[in-house]
């Protein structure tokens, strides 16, 4: 209901230019929830793509008017009548032809001057930006903030009103990179390192979503952004950089520690815990899947298929691909993990903050 009041406030308010844009953007998308709109600018870097797009916006609506204006009035004005004689034949005519070639290159050449000072300004590295290295999996996001030493899967944080360095690749094949609240998409290629510049004018969640068509789950590439205070964000590195939280001796958690290590699961075959060490010494480490370190602070599952809960991520480590077919996590049978064990493994992985 607060999307369509959305909607309605977007018909009402504004003109075709965001209509057009909500429209296109799906008002609430098929993430749910918060509206993942190129309207709603919380960044300097989708401020000067809307500032380019809308008075080029505008251009196209005066000249859709004049040029559709100029076709109606000939059909009504010459329309036959009853009793004219067939009008002269002609074959081309040379003014009507040079005049509409140039007006549109005219049109074009004006255009192509804001456009590329913003690109040009888009692509300008700001002075000693915070950087987040981000890689592109099929069908996930890893983010990895390597000079404070971890990494972390599908939720990005970064500090408001600080300029933030996305530098990217992949490593499968073409993603693309695209939070329209915050800034405009740029590709994630393998084997090349792509760059987006951006500012967070606001704080909160921001939702984003893989723009380039990656294969089945292209879908379900969603990712999220929460921009923090400064001070919030210095305390959610300490967080990270201090590993997972070691749970108390004799609890459901720590016995679910024990089943993320064990045979049946080997959750740590493919998924790292910073921090985490088996009774016998064995270390989550792998990167084959998401790091897990907080995965109980984040608000999505399977890059954003599911909504964090318990039960769902319970359903999701039975089987991954009921809601994400094609995922490279193999199911979990009863005879892999027991019921018991799997209420364990969840109250584990859900504790880690
Ligand atoms: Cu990754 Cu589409």
Same mark, same amino acid.
């Not at 008002?27 to 929830?33: L, R, V």
């Not at 045979?263 to 740590?268: I, P, S, T, V, Y």
């Not at 270390?283 to 984040?298: F, Q, S």
């Given at each position: 209901m607060a999307d369509l009041i959305r909607c309605r406030r977007g018909i009402v308010l504004g003109t075709l230019a965001p209509l057009l844009t909500l429209v296109l953007a799906g008002?609430? %998308?098929? @993430? %749910? %929830?918060e509206v993942q709109s190129a309207? +709603? =600018?919380?960044g300097d870097n989708a401020r000067s793509i809307w500032n380019l797009f809308v008075p080029i916006f505008w251009l196209s609506v005066v000249i859709f008017v004049l040029v559709q204006g100029a076709l109606i009035y000939a059909v009504i004005k010459f329309r036959a009548k009853e009793g004219d004689p067939v009008p002269a034949q002609l074959h081309g005519n040379t003014k009507v032809e040079v005049a509409w070639t140039i007006a549109p290159a005219i049109i074009l050449a004006v255009i192509l001057v804001p456009t590329i000072t913003t690109i040009a300004s888009l692509a300008e590295e700001p002075d000693d930006p915070y950087v987040v290295d981000v890689v592109g999996h099929q069908w996930w996001w890893e983010f990895d903030y390597q000079d404070e030493g971890f990494k972390t899967g599908n939720v990005m944080h970064i500090p408001v009103d600080q300029p933030v360095e996305v530098r990217m690749t992949a490593s499968d094949v073409i993603h693309s990179f695209y939070a329209p609240n915050l800034f405009g998409k740029q590709d994630l290629i393998p084997g090349r390192t792509t760059h987006i510049y951006f500012t967070a004018e606001e704080t909160g969640e921001f939702y984003g979503q893989c723009y380039e068509f990656c294969g089945v789950q292209h879908a379900n590439m969603h990712f999220r952004i929460m921009v923090h205070e400064q001070d919030e964000f210095d305390e959610w590195i300490a967080s990270q950089q201090e590993g997972a939280i070691e749970p108390e001796p004799d609890t459901i958690e720590a016995e679910g520690k024990e089943v993320f290590f064990q045979?049946?699961?080997?959750?740590?075959a493919c998924h790292a815990i910073d921090g985490a060490v088996a009774e016998?010494? @064995? +270390?989550?480490?792998? +990167?084959?899947?998401?790091? =897990? @370190?907080? =995965?109980?602070?984040?608000?999505? =599952?399977g890059a954003g298929s599911l909504e964090n809960t318990p039960e769902n991520l319970r359903d999701w480590i039975r089987d991954p691909h009921e809601s994400k077919p094609g995922n490279e996590m193999p199911a979990f049978s009863e005879s892999q993990i027991s019921d018991e064990d799997l209420d364990a493994l969840v109250a584990y992985l859900s504790s880690l903050r």
């Open positions: 008002c609430s %998308g098929i @993430t %749910g %929830g309207n +709603e =600018l919380a045979q049946g699961a080997a959750c740590h016998d010494g @064995t +270390e989550a480490v792998a +990167e084959v899947g998401p790091n =897990l @370190t907080n =995965l109980g602070d984040r608000p999505i =599952l």
